[in-house]
T-cell receptor, first 117, second 113 residues
Framework: AQKITQTQPGMFVQEKEAVTLDCTYD???????LFWYKQPSSGEMIFLIYQGSYDQQNATEGRYSLNFQKARKSANLVISASQLGDSAMYFC??????????????WGLGTSLAVNP | DAGVIQSPRHEVTEMGQEVTLRCKPI?????LFWYRQTMMRGLELLIYFNNNVPIDDSGMPEDRFSAKMPNASFSTLKIQPSEPRDSAVYFC???????????FGQGTRLTVV
């Protein structure tokens, strides 16, 4: 079974509108972390936002917010007021501890977002 | 901080040649990761180190791949002999136990012809 699932291979959004990118996860580790990264066409991986499993509030970073629903095991990324520069691949990732108590980062397959002018 | 530094940025080599990719993690980060990214398989974790010790190398495709971390500020990923199917972007990344996120290098785009 997939530990991180991003069900939307591709998404389109109109400039200035908000968009939600889905991510669901599966873990038995009570202390985990969830991340979103952006990969533009230039190829670099850019950290966007982090949510810890014990965080009470949803994480926000500028136009990015994470809609964390722990019971549903979902961590959707919301981008408000989309800009043309938001067009990129977006990856959801989960950090959990393995059997040896070491951190491991599990990655989704990504969602390609295209922002239309 | 200059971030995670990888070299070279691009490498084109002939099948059968040895390829060495280099990485300098962020100072103070005690985790180092090597990833490979292709269109077909996405982002794959090859190996990661904690305090210079390899923790999990289950993602290393085969014996042709090896990775070392002789000290806290340097790591190498070596492919010998290289094959065309090794063509991919290889990322090095590092993180701290006390910090949330993993910081990626710019990647090395490897093409084996």
């Amino acid at each position: 079974a997939q530990k991180i699932t991003q069900t939307q291979p591709g998404m389109f959004v109109q400039e200035k509108e908000a968009v939600t990118l889905d991510c669901t996860y599966d873990t038995s580790d009570p202390s985990y972390g969830l991340f979103w990264y952006k990969q533009p066409s230039s190829g670099e991986m850019i950290f966007l936002i982090y949510q810890g499993s014990y965080d009470q509030q949803n994480a926000t970073e500028g136009r990015y917010s994470l809609n964390f629903q722990k019971a549903r095991k979902s961590a959707n990324l919301v981008i408000s007021a989309s800009q043309l520069g938001d067009s990129a691949m977006y990856f959801c990732a989960m950090r959990e501890r393995d059997a040896g108590n070491n951190r491991k980062l599990i990655w989704g397959l990504g969602t390609s977002l295209a922002v239309n002018p | 901080d200059a971030g995670v530094i990888q070299s070279p940025r691009h490498e084109v080599t002939e099948m059968g040649q040895e390829v060495t990719l280099r990485c300098k993690p962020i100072s103070g980060h005690d985790y180092l990761f090597w990833y490979r990214q292709t269109m077909m398989r996405g982002l794959e974790l090859l190996i990661y180190f904690n305090n210079n010790v390899p923790i999990d190398d289950s993602g290393m495709p085969e014996d042709r791949f090896s990775a070392k971390m002789p000290n806290a500020s340097f790591s190498t990923l070596k492919i010998q002999p290289s094959e065309p199917r090794d063509s991919a972007v290889y990322f090095c990344a590092s993180s701290s136990s006390l910090q949330g996120h993993v910081v990626f290098g710019q990647g090395t785009r490897l093409t084996v012809v």
